[in-house]
């Protein structure tokens, strides 16, 4: 690609401003199945006793419980109690 020559077109393409009302996907709403498939969910359980808290997105999740989303992430993948709680991409059965 060094020394390639493109056209006016492609190098305004490139340049132009994308943002707010000049983005082509502004204002698009996404379908529920699309937001179902975008959206991590993270299951808490209590875990002295694995009673379910509840389910919540990863950013919420991080939110509610005053987690950094690395700390979160972290003990998704260890399985480890974290502040009390156990957090997992899946559900656990008692």
Known sequence: MSGKQFSPEFLYMQTRNKVGIKNPNYGGKKSTSTLAKIIKL????N??????????????CSKTFKIGKDTLSKYIKSGLPFKGKIYSRTKLYK
């Open 47 to 60: 875990s002295l006793d694995l009673d379910y808290i509840g389910s919540f997105p990863t950013v919420v």
């Open 42 to 45: 993270v299951y808490v359980y």
